[in-house]
């Protein structure tokens, strides 16, 4: 009965954020503004994209006049409460931008007061990481203004984008090839969008993108670079992981950081194999890891792979090698590819 209710809890959460998304988008077609926007979330691209839409609607032809930006913590709230007072200058409104200051925890209460009354003819846009709903400033944001949660966006909402991307550019592109994708650059969709800018560059004559263009033009994450590593390692693959390592020292990443990486990696899959037995979904472990739903999705395949006493020797034996390297008893470049040696050899026992 409590699964249920937490899927329905998670549909419904699901369909307020598309809504509420769905809301921005009708207030910049009709042009009738809220007087206050919080914008929050992890999906630092979404948050950017609205600021921005946002900003360029409200204040036409580059208006620097009535327009005023504010960024981390330690703003000066009379300052700010002090220019909301003033009227615009030849214009409809004043609008004032705020991003990560910490309002929304503990350090909003006077500003929180000030916007239940603020001038018809100033408006806000709040753009935050993290919110505390049960702050002053969130309850007083949310009473007077809008409120948008931008989170990460799953795997089907990713494929969709990048399929509205390729064909605004005129082009074709696989279901399987967005996949091939996501799976090299990431999910963070700032990054897909540069990603996605060099795969239209580079298939400019051409009317389809394939998995090829992609591996020509497209940069490898060095997460996802070491998802393989370890990847290749489970599989007992041994000549590919060592070949993936010596790519990315190739690439000039410090043997102790591939290790630091390789480390959380287990560490990550071992949290992963621990919430699989207790019979949490994709959603739910990725919440509870950190984990971008996509990313939880490959993270839960791969620990199939290792039992929970193999995953925990790896994590000690890390570091004992990083021990073996301070003392000088091993290079660094060797201690690694030792530790790889090992347990991608079939003969690895846990």
């Not at 007083?140 to 399929?163: I, N, R």
Request: hydrophobic fraction near 40%; aromatic fraction near 12%.
């Amino acid at each position: 009965m409590l699964n249920i209710k937490k899927s329905f809890a998670k549909q419904n959460a699901f369909l307020y954020n598309r809504t509420t998304m769905k809301s921005l988008n009708e207030d910049l077609k009709t042009g009738q503004f809220r007087q206050i926007y919080l914008l929050y979330g992890e999906e630092n691209y979404l948050k950017k994209q609205y600021k921005d839409r946002f900003t360029k609607a409200m204040l036409p032809d580059e208006d620097t006049m009535n327009y005023a930006y504010f960024e981390g913590k330690g703003i000066d709230i009379k300052a700010v409460i002090d220019l909301a007072e003033t009227l615009p200058f030849f214009a409809d409104r004043r609008l004032l931008v705020f991003e990560n200051t910490g309002f929304f925890k503990s350090a909003g209460a006077d500003l929180a007061d000030y916007i239940k009354d603020v001038p018809e003819t100033t408006y806000f846009i709040f753009v935050e990481n993290e919110v505390d709903k049960r702050s002053k400033m969130y309850k007083a944001v949310k009473a007077k203004g809008h409120v948008v949660e931008l989170p990460f966006q799953d795997e089907s909402t990713l494929k969709k984008w990048v399929l509205g991307q390729v064909r605004r550019e005129n082009k074709q592109i696989s279901e399987s090839t967005v996949l091939y994708l996501l799976n090299k650059v990431g999910t963070d969709m700032g990054n897909l969008q540069k990603e996605l800018e060099k795969l239209f560059c580079y298939t400019l004559d051409k009317a389809g993108i394939t998995p090829e263009d992609v591996d020509a033009v497209c940069v490898t994450q060095i997460s996802n670079h070491i998802f393989d590593m370890v990847n290749a390692v489970a599989d007992k693959q041994q000549e590919r992981a060592l070949y993936l390592y010596y790519e990315l020292l190739a690439l000039k990443e410090p043997p102790m950081r591939i290790l630091f990486l390789m480390t959380r990696q287990y560490r990550i899959l071992y949290q992963v194999k621990a919430l699989l037995k207790k019979n949490y979904g994709r959603k739910e472990i990725a919440a509870k890891v950190g984990l971008h739903p996509f990313a939880a999705g490959k993270y839960i395949e791969q620990a199939r792979y290792f039992r929970s006493e193999e995953l925990r020797s790896i994590m000690e034996e890390s570091a004992g090698i990083e021990e073996s390297v301070k003392t000088g008893r091993l290079t660094d470049i060797l201690a690694v590819e030792l530790f790889i040696v090992k347990y991608s050899s079939k003969q690895t026992e846990a």
